[in-house]
């Protein structure tokens, strides 16, 4: 049982440097076809395959809400906006007693990274041991388009309304930056979709779920000095700290 939050305090008590997983998500928008919680069940998923791997890494519960103002206009959409984000993983990471060596940020949510990577430099200043990891497939599309329906349809198929997904705007994300910032997702896709949802598969989402744990799990090793756990292949997955 990897769940911090299932177990008792004497429990949590007898791990000696045990490392802390926290996955980090959202709740916004994810298209027409994808649930509000994506960011947070890709999140969740990859810090529970970490401690499948790992016996010294407990998953803390998870963070639901992040930096989701560039949603704002979407139904549904909770944002707690980047410096109350970053002030909850600062003291979070504080408040952390002896049993803990380190913690690690499992980010599922792109709109996270500058509020998550200010903390953990924050925290890292103050001697902190602290891993940033950002879960960004290779060559996949922004926002809910073939990576996180593929995604989702290998984690949570009940929760994907197929009959719905209609491709947004597919122009690359780097040309639409400066109205993203701006105005917000809702001025270059009506629908929310950054990217075209067709194509995307339970068989692709494995894949891509596979890959992100294996660079999950070496990321964790190489940060923080630990050996490497069985099972962690060479496949390229996930970004490291400070990339999305």
């Known amino acids: 049982m990897t769940a911090l939050g ?5 429990e949590v008590a007898r791990w000696a440097g045990a490392v802390l997983a926290v996955p980090l998500g959202s709740t916004e928008q994810h298209g027409p076809h994808l649930p509000l919680d994506t960011d947070t069940r890709v999140a969740v998923s990859l810090a529970e395959q970490l401690a499948a791997r790992r016996p010294d890494v407990l998953v803390a519960p998870a963070l639901p809400y992040g930096s989701s103002g560039e949603h704002a206009g979407f139904p549904g959409t909770v944002s707690i906006g980047r410096a109350a984000l970053e002030l909850t993983l600062v003291e979070l990471v504080r408040s952390l007693g002896p ?8 980010v599922g949510h792109g709109g996270n990274a500058a509020p998550v990577t200010a903390a953990r430099d924050l925290l890292g200043r103050e001697g902190r041991q602290v891993v940033a990891w950002f879960a960004r497939p290779p060559d996949g599309d922004a926002h809910a388009g073939r990576t996180e329906t593929s995604l989702l349809l290998a984690l949570a198929p009940d929760a994907v309304r197929l009959d719905r997904a209609a491709a947004g705007t597919t122009r690359p994300v780097e040309a639409l930056m400066g109205v993203l910032a701006s105005a917000g997702v809702r001025a270059v896709s009506p629908n929310g979709v950054l990217g075209d949802p067709a ?7 494995r894949r891509l779920l596979a890959g992100l744990a294996d660079d999950l799990c070496r990321t964790v090793a190489a940060r923080l000095g630990l050996p490497r756990p069985a099972g962690a292949g060479a496949t390229p997955g996930g970004a490291p700290e400070g990339s999305r």
Not at 99 to 106: H, I, K, M, N
Not at 199 to 205: H, I
């Open 99 to 106: 049993e803990f060596r380190a913690a690690v940020l499992v």
């Open 199 to 205: 194509g995307a598969s339970a068989d692709e989402g």
């Open 6 to 10: 299932r177990r008792t305090w004497p």
